[in-house]
């Protein structure tokens, strides 16, 4: 392929306009290789097919059925019917493949050249890609960037775990109810999954080797399970399997053991769900032949602020690089400042710090900015204050839903006038909330100027611009009036 200053890709998520529209010439690869379960899916890469569209709509099924207990007590005759599985999984596979059409629309409306076909390297300016049929096309490219993402990792030493489990890249391709299901991870994923199929009325448990969401404010961590374990999800905290054995009918047989007590459980589940973790597609990549370093440990691109690897023209953005969130919105800003620096309109670096995201749990988590851990270990305890409060959601009042976990906390600088560094949300439609905080965090915000800020009354956000009890005070946070 001839180069006129063109940029190559592996798939970069909604990037490949800016580039092309900046007068490069560009060629995006990208290959699905079917999980061990055969499942495949379109172009559009995991956020698309196999991670936040169909997670999101599975997610708003299960908060209808919340909607639909709820609706009596608004006076609404509604028939209590039994979640239909098959009628759900068609319909978001149904929106998934539109998607995989519009994106295939968009490269040919912007000249991009799309080759469905397994890259990897020859030398650091070639690629070679190899198409589903086994047919070879060599590629050459001044400036090539990899975004080839991960994968759901299985666990190696567990008998039946390849052989009988699935992962998320499968779930959501299913066209039968799993039925009952063991989440076997402590990931957002693995809490995400467990909590909308519980929400769909199955019967479904969430196994946790140690903590829950490892990566985020623990307090917060530890109330999204509360809440989900007192509303069906069965939490089985400090176990770890140990095999999955086939039953003479359909069924499967887990082992697992109670780390504390050494003690051996079985459980007998329709589908084993592996959630413990994702491994970084540079496996096939070829990398050395390119002379492009990864983390030993982790597999993943090492890069520096500007994107690039160790290779000066070759760079790497998203889920493959080292040290950055593995979030959508993220790969996606990346790859568009990216894009325009190497056609010299800018010369803006991507900034990684209070990226907002919000994990979605039955009962939602959205946060932005430090967890109350990480803020007392960069500033130290004295010069932190939170501010937090149990509020009760309006619309939680006539149908008398459980509020006990809704609840916000906001992490500050202690000297005036506050510096907000983090801002935790535990409630309905947290990504919403969320999103609109980031904003006033990203610009400095303070605390004074937080609880300066109107509310927009009756509503959940507004208790963020009501918080006045700190931590330390002791004071009894709980809302109380309206
Ligand atoms: C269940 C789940 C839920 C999620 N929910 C959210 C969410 O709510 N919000 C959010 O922001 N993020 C979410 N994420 C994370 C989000 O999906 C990822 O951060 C995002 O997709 C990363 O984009 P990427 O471009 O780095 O990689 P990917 O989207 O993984 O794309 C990589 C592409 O490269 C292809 N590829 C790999 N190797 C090769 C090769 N050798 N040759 C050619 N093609 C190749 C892959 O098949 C894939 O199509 C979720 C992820 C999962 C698994």
Redesign the pocket.
Known sequence: MATRSCLLA????RTEEPAAQLGKKVAV?????PSPRGTRWGL????VN???IP??LMHQAALLGGMIRDAPHYGWRVAQAPHDWATMADAVQNHVKSLNWGHRVQLQDRKVKYLN????FVDAHTVCGVSKGGEETLLSAEHIVI????R?RYPTHIEGALEYGIT?DDLFWLKESPGKTLVVGASY?AL??AGFLTGLGLDTTVMIRSVPLRAFDQQMASLVTEHMAGHGTRVLRGCAPERVEKLPGQQLRVTWVDLASDRKDAGTFDTVLWAIG?VP?TA??NLEKAGVRTNPVTGKILVDAQEATSIRHIYA????AEGRP????T?IMAGRLLAQRLSGRTSDLMDYSSVP??V?TPLEYGCVGLSEEAAVARHGEEHVEVYHAFYKPLEFTVPQRDASQCYIKMVCLREPPQLVLGLHFLGPNAGEVTQGFALGIKCGASFQQVIRTVGIHPTCAEEVAKLRISKRSGLDPTVTGC
């Open positions: 592996w798939r970069i998520p690869l990208d290959y699905v290789e559009g890469g995991t956020c196999v991670g936040c997670k999101k076909v397994k890259a990897s975004a080839t993402g991960g759901p998320s994923v995400e999954c994702r597609e096939s990549l953005i998203g889920d493959v593995e979030l959508t919105p790969a995201t919000t979605f």
